[in-house]
C-alpha cells in the first residue's frame, strides 16, 4: 500500500510540475501540496470507483464501460468534453452488452406482435419511429 502511494505521489508531483510550466505566472507546489493532493486523487478514485459500479450495475453490464467513465464525468463538462476527444482519438467504441442487445431485440419483438395484433402494418426503427410498409 505505501508503495503505491509512494508512487501515486511521485506521478501527481511530476503532472503538476508539467501542468504548472504550461501556465504562464503558475506557482510550484510544494511537498506537503503534492502529498494533500495526492490524498485527494485517492479520495476521489475511492468514491469514483463505488460510483463507477452503479453505474455499471445499473446498465446491467458486468464490467465498467468508457460510457460509466465519461457518466461519472458529466457533472463538469470541459472534463467530459476532454474524454470524449480521447475517446475518439485513442479508443476502440466499448460494444453494446449482450443484455442491452437482448432487451433491444425484445422490444422490437413486442412492437411487431403488437402492430400485428392491431392490424397495422409497418416497419419499427431503431430510432423509435414507426414506418408504414
Known amino acids: 500500500e505505501e508503495d503505491r502511494r509512494g508512487?501515486?505521489?511521485h506521478a501527481v508531483g511530476k503532472i503538476a510540475e508539467?501542468?504548472?510550466?504550461?501556465?504562464?505566472?503558475?506557482?510550484?507546489l510544494t511537498g506537503a501540496a503534492v502529498s494533500t493532493l495526492t490524498e485527494v486523487v485517492l479520495k476521489y478514485i475511492k468514491v469514483a470507483v463505488v460510483d463507477l459500479k452503479h453505474f455499471a450495475k445499473h446498465a446491467k453490464r458486468a464490467g465498467v464501460s468508457t460510457e460509466?467513465?465519461?457518466?461519472?464525468?458529466?457533472?463538469?463538462?470541459r472534463l467530459l468534453q476532454d474524454l470524449?476527444?480521447?475517446e475518439a482519438a485513442n479508443l476502440v467504441k466499448d460494444k453494446p452488452s449482450a443484455a442491452r442487445k437482448r432487451k433491444k431485440d425484445a422490444g422490437v419483438e413486442v412492437a411487431e406482435k403488437q402492430s400485428r395484433r392491431d392490424g397495422a402494418t409497418g416497419v419499427h426503427h431503431e430510432s423509435g419511429a414507426w414506418a408504414e410498409g
Open 68 to 77: 460509466d467513465v465519461k457518466l461519472l464525468a458529466r457533472k463538469t463538462p
Open 7 to 9: 508512487a501515486l505521489q
Open 84 to 86: 470524449e476527444a480521447f
Open 18 to 28: 508539467r501542468a504548472a510550466a504550461r501556465v504562464p505566472g503558475a506557482m510550484p
